[in-house]
């Protein structure tokens, strides 16, 4: 598990968990201990609220508390952002079960290939009940042990495959990250306005720069909600997308994000795992809004918040089902409602003035349903909306099941994003 030596290492990027409460507590700076603790408690009552298990789903053997091993496959490790958010996700199922250190095995730094399949196989000939894997390209890997392991319970994050693969014991799981890239998109428009109002830059120099990952429908969704999220407070900002074609690669982030300031881009956002963005944004003098974790200790004077995910929820929910024996949904997607999405904490020395309040606003209509984060009366592809696009059918017929009641239903019809269209006041710079 995440022992002091690991605390104390994450603790150099002030790894912050989400702050689910509101904006009380989203603008609170809370030390590894508290956040543990408070992580847990949420995740107690996030579990509660869990839906019930997928029709088609099938119960699995009680484990029992007292005899079962988790396992969990990690791309990374405590010094990577997503990987760290995980990390505490499994502290947090760990502290509301009540499972011991020998009961939860973890294997760092396992890449996208053949490595993973033997890291889920001698998890299982350890005698692990079930077995978590956090990143995309897993997910062929661990479809192979969970065939050759059908005793045995799979779990991967962020794939797609599951509910196809005719698997009783292979589970997709993602969260609604969506809605916390919006409210991050909230906190830079905010700013953008203030930089506005000061007459640093005119509102038509409102530029925007994100640096992505990959060219997927996980990346597109989550810039999109976050420039949807800007806009909605700042109608003349627009976006700059670059890629790095790599997770975490501190720095290939850096250079795209000096390449976007450079490009005249005055606010800069993420979707890549490390720190290499923000530490450029610090000595800048760029305003930036971070992934996973908090990145106020590399960038105290530009670092507004970061989209966070909780993974708690999820791994209490699933490790909770194997021990009471009952079916683990095939697709699991929870978002701000039930505690598994959130902001890190606001840099009060950054942020523009107001922005507290504003977050709680749009904090209370996300999860009281009254905002769509993918609502089509905010966005229009080519000049046209959505609607228009599917009714003429040809390329876009294929939302059609996605499209309704004036919104984009992401992640309701599978746990992955699905949103990849490239909608306008946004460029794309692909290699």
Request: proline share 2%.
């Amino acid at each position: 598990m995440k022992k002091l030596f690991a605390m104390l290492l994450s603790a150099a990027m002030v790894v912050s968990l989400c702050a689910c409460g509101g904006a009380d507590t989203a603008t609170e700076a809370t030390s590894e201990t508290a956040a543990v603790e408070e992580t847990a408690e949420a995740t107690e009552e996030a579990t509660a609220e869990a839906t019930e298990p997928a029709e088609t789903a099938e119960a699995v053997d009680a484990a029992g508390a007292a005899d079962i091993k988790v396992g969990v496959i990690y791309i990374g490790d405590e010094n990577e952002g997503y990987t760290e958010a995980h990390m505490k996700g499994i502290d947090a199922m760990q502290a509301a079960l009540g499972l011991s250190e020998d009961q939860v095995i973890e294997k760092t730094g396992i890449p996208e290939d053949e490595s993973c399949y033997d890291a889920a196989v001698d998890l299982a000939e350890q005698g692990c009940s079930i077995i978590f894997a956090n990143s995309f390209g897993h997910e062929s890997y661990i479809m192979q042990a969970a065939t050759e392991y059908p005793e045995v319970q799979f779990c991967h994050a962020t794939g797609y495959q599951a509910a196809g693969s005719g698997l009783a014991n292979m589970h997709n799981y993602f969260t609604a990250v969506y809605e916390s890239r919006y409210v991050s998109g909230v906190v830079a428009g905010l700013k953008l306005n203030e930089m506005i109002e000061a007459g640093t830059i005119t509102a038509d120099q409102a530029k925007l720069g994100y640096v992505g990952a990959f060219p997927y429908a996980e990346v597109v969704s989550g810039y999109t909600s976050f420039f949807l999220g800007v806009r909605s407070v700042c109608p003349t900002a627009t976006m700059e997308v670059q890629y790095t074609n790599s997770w975490a690669d501190m720095s290939g982030e850096a250079e795209v994000a000096a390449s976007l300031i450079a490009d005249d881009c005055v606010l800069i956002s993420q979707h890549a795992d490390t720190t290499g963005a923000p530490s450029t944004c610090q000595t800048s003098g760029v305003p930036c809004v971070g992934y996973n974790v908090s990145m106020i200790s590399v960038a105290p004077d530009t670092a507004l918040t970061s989209a966070s995910i909780n993974w708690g929820p999820y791994y209490t929910y699933a490790v909770e089902s194997v021990i009471n024996g009952t079916a683990i949904d095939t697709d699991w997607c929870k978002g701000y409602a039930e505690g598994a999405d959130c902001i890190t904490e606001l840099n009060e020395k950054a942020i523009a003035a107001g922005t507290a309040e504003k977050v709680a606003e749009v904090e209370a209509a996300i999860k009281d349903g009254s905002l769509k984060v993918f609502d089509t009366t905010t966005f229009t592809v080519n000049g046209s909306s959505i609607e228009d696009l599917i009714a003429e059918g040809g390329d876009y017929a294929k939302y059609a099941d996605y499209v309704s009641d004036g919104y984009f239903h992401e992640s309701e019809l599978s746990s992955a994003p699905a949103f990849d269209l490239r909608i306008d006041g946004i460029t794309e710079l692909t290699n």
